[in-house]
């Protein structure tokens, strides 16, 4: 006899994803129970997301999403918990993977699910984006997130690994990667000043360019054409980014200056 299936909830944090939303709601129309909490959208999200859940909330919106995603998860009341971002689908492989979880028995707290990223309109297949995996399926109450932008979940119990992967439309143009970039970065930034984090603007260059080099070489970029390469180039310049805005908030702090000081008026 078949006992059964768990129930299943999925959790999904938006900003402004009317143009994402719909597809990533379709991919899991399946699902127990949909959960969204949108950080104040000032498109039409939250409109779209009620056509297929009552369960929509709004939180603060910080420009990351990581406490936004703790209370999403408090929502939820299903044994397990699909956690998704607006601009990813679950494909069918990863929905029967999925389904076979909450209808049998399994040791684990937890899933990794392999990522297949779409970069500027074309898959990408080689650099460090092929080996992303995230831990995205867990049962209710092991798992959590810090109020640190990109950190990692905090998982109690072990985790198994799936083969079904999502499907990830992180940047549709070049244009979304330097808008994300700019904000990420200064939160980044931000949190290493706070820690007392110092950076040298030699190591500025010699990360930005290592990085560069890591993707494009070592992990085989170039093999992507032309979308490996600028995507290698836009790694590096993040990394690059990310430790002079540190640097610039030290040498300011040094010197008395506010960071946040208007700058003088004129052409």
């Known amino acids: 006899m078949q006992s059964t299936p768990s129930m299943l909830s999925v959790v999904i944090n938006t900003l402004n994803e009317a143009h994402n939303i719909r597809a990533c709601l379709e991919a899991v129309s399946w699902a127990d129970e949909i959960i969204v909490v949108d950080m104040h959208s000032d498109d039409a999200t939250v409109a779209i997301a009620r056509e297929y859940t009552d ?5 603060e919106r910080l420009g990351y999403v990581e406490p936004a995603r703790n209370f999403a998860l408090q929502q939820a009341t299903g044994e397990w918990v699909l956690v ?3 601009d990813e689908r679950v494909t069918p492989e990863l929905k029967q993977e999925i389904s076979a979880v909450l209808r049998g028995q399994t040791e684990h707290a937890a899933y990794r699910i392999p990522y297949e990223d779409y970069f500027f309109g074309k898959l990408v297949q080689w650099g460090s984006w092929q080996h992303h995996k995230h831990v995205r399926l867990h049962r209710r109450g092991q798992v959590s997130y810090s109020s640190v932008i990109h950190s990692a979940p905090i998982i109690n119990g072990s985790i ?5 992967a999502i499907q990830h439309y992180s940047h549709l143009t070049i244009a979304i990667f330097l808008s994300k970039m700019n904000t990420y970065t200064d939160i980044e930034a931000q949190h290493w000043f706070k820690q007392g984090t110092r950076v040298r603007l030699s190591k500025a260059f010699y990360y930005g360019m290592g990085k560069f080099l890591k993707e494009f070489i070592y992990y ?5 054409g032309g979308h490996g390469c600028v995507l290698a180039a836009l790694m590096g310049i993040y990394y690059f980014v990310l430790r002079v805005k540190v640097w ?3 040498y ?3 010197r008395g200056i506010p960071y946040d000081r208007p700058p003088e008026q004129g052409l």
């Open 55 to 59: 369960h929509v909330y709004q939180h």
């Open 84 to 86: 998704l971002d607006a």
């Open 160 to 164: 198994g690994e799936m083969k079904g």
């Open 220 to 224: 085989r970029g170039y093999r992507d």
């Open 248 to 250: 610039e908030r030290w």
């Open 252 to 254: 300011k702090h040094d």
